[in-house]
């Protein structure tokens, strides 16, 4: 069974940056496109990003050019990389992982094997 694990969450002020990191086990992780969502209270959950096996990455307009997802197969670990923080993008965070090759926005939240916890991300203005 997979598990994904998300870490770096925290409180920051508007114009900041944070990482955050998930790290997959329990399957191979170079066989798995890589995902972020996020989900504010009250809202559906968010696609924000995704990288597929061969690293490609899909953004959501709202954070394209300030959100960068990466992955370290040899760590086991997706990251995404938050600058120009805006009290909009508070969420909760969570990453998934799914057998396709790749995983573009608008693909259904079912389709993803596996979620992890998530954390949660404030940004104050």
């Known amino acids: 069974q997979g598990q994904l694990v998300e870490s770096g969450g925290g409180l920051v002020q508007a114009g900041g940056s944070l990482r955050l990191s998930c790290g997959f086990s329990?399957?191979?992780?170079?066989?798995?496109?890589l995902g972020w969502f996020r989900q504010a209270p009250g809202k559906e959950r968010e696609f924000v990003a995704t990288?597929?096996?061969?690293?490609?990455?899909y953004y959501g307009d709202s954070v394209k050019g300030r959100f960068t997802i990466s992955r370290d197969n040899a760590k086991s670990t997706v990251y995404l990389q938050m600058n120009s923080l805006k009290p909009e993008d508070t969420a909760v965070y969570y990453c998934?992982?799914?057998?396709?090759?790749?995983?573009?926005?608008?693909?259904?939240?079912?389709?993803?094997?596996?979620w992890g916890q998530g954390t949660q991300v404030t940004v104050s203005s």
């Open positions: 990288i597929s096996w061969s690293f490609d990455t």
């Open positions: 998934a992982a799914d057998t396709q090759i790749e995983m573009r926005p608008g693909d259904p939240l079912s389709e993803y094997d596996y």
């Open positions: 329990g399957r191979t992780f170079s066989n798995y496109a």
